[in-house]
């Protein structure tokens, strides 16, 4: 294999591992980590947004058939998607927050992965692992009816949903060494197609444009140009230059770079379509052995609202003792509010209106944003 291979290999596993199972590494570095989560000295309401009272809330979720694995995704401001397995079987149920009932959804003869569901909950899919070089990717209507379902050879896969034509699903499928395939599913049309693109993480920009970082195969950097590409003439444009990650949804695009000299601040800018810029924030940010630890974030379009775990100082991540603080930055009018302290850097994820959150590694609590209280969504 030669130097540059080897060298894009690397990037490639860094990056896969950071998006799939960095859980496992941030547990690793951040143990001390494990204090008690703290509601913020900030009780200033006004930028809290308003949420269900606790009480309306059932809570823990009791498993009908069973062991608990993880919550897939939010269905609804009330209503969760979770999985469950038996032996060799998983179940997705629909979980209702408010009347604790849980109705079951989709029945897999193997072992569920990772449940997703589109941008307008118009449809779920559901990756299922029948093997070790082998995964199943099911896509289901609301109501869990098989709407498609193909076997693809692979060691992982990674999605990456439309927002602008929910028929569409870039996958991208990794082989053992971590080399890769794109392909690109369209459900109305029940097929997929391979693509030919120069990196496995892509997301979407437009209806037929995607963008993703253009690294250097020869010099491995922290940083890399950002790249658009239309997908029906194969034309690229750089949009910025030295990003070090980036996000896109329907109408925001997020960079995550570094301005000062002393590269001690993270910063992180959103534009929109045009490109013009919204709102810029820095933040502390944690050194890796790789780059640079951007900690798990979320945002909802709709309110104008990002969340983000922040450090409360710049220092390398295998050193790094102090906890997490969960804050909430208002794009449109640039405030910011500290909603909890003493977190760890786990996965998050906003509910529809923004009102609390999924957290974990499991996505097996939640964050009541009005209340600052973490809640365990499964009895231990």
Wanted: one cysteine or more; proline letters at 6%.
């Amino acid at each position: 294999m030669s130097h540059s291979k080897r060298n894009i290999i690397i990037k490639f596993i860094f990056q896969f591992l950071f998006l799939l199972v960095f859980a496992s590494i941030v547990s690793a570095c951040s143990h001390p980590q494990d204090a008690k989560p703290s509601p913020s000295e900030d009780n200033d309401k006004q930028n809290v947004p308003p949420s269900q009272p606790k009480d309306t809330w059932k809570l823990p979720i009791k498993i009908p058939e069973g062991e608990f694995y993880k919550v897939g995704s939010w269905y609804s401001d009330h209503q969760l998607l979770y999985i469950t397995n038996l032996e060799q079987s998983s179940s997705v149920y629909l979980y209702n927050l408010l009347t604790g009932s849980s109705q079951l959804l989709y029945k897999s003869e193997v072992p569920i992965v990772t449940l997703q569901i589109s941008p307008s909950k118009e449809n779920i899919l559901i990756q299922s692992s029948p093997s070790t070089y082998e995964g199943q990717v099911t896509i289901l209507s609301p109501e869990g009816t098989e709407i498609f379902k193909q076997s693809i050879p692979s060691y992982e896969l990674a999605f990456e949903w439309n927002p602008f034509n929910e028929s569409e699903i870039l996958i991208s499928s990794f082989n053992e060494d971590w080399t890769f395939q794109m392909l690109l599913l369209d459900i109305g049309q029940r097929k997929t197609t391979e693509l030919t693109l120069p990196q496995p993480f892509i997301k979407w920009l437009g209806n037929e444009e995607v963008a993703y970082l253009k690294w250097n195969e020869d010099s491995p950097t922290l940083f890399a140009p950002l790249i658009k590409l239309d997908l029906s003439n194969e034309a690229e444009e750089e949009i910025f230059t030295d990003v070090l990650q980036f996000a896109t949804y329907k109408d925001i695009l997020m960079t995550v770079t570094v301005q000062d000299d002393e590269q001690l601040q993270a910063s992180y800018t959103f534009y929109n379509k045009e490109k013009k810029e919204l709102y810029s924030f820095s933040i502390p940010h944690l050194s890796m052995f790789s780059g640079w630890l951007v900690p798990y974030n979320d945002l909802n379009e709709k309110k104008g609202e990002f969340i983000t775990l922040k450090p409360v100082k710049s220092a390398e991540a295998d050193a790094y003792r102090e906890g997490f603080e969960l804050v909430s930055y208002d794009i449109e009018n640039g405030s910011s509010n500290v909603i909890m302290k003493n977190l760890k850097n786990e996965p998050i994820l906003l509910s529809p209106s923004g009102e609390a959150a999924l957290f974990g590694n499991r996505f097996d609590k939640l964050i009541n944003f009005k209340t600052k209280e973490l809640m365990e969504l499964v009895a231990k």
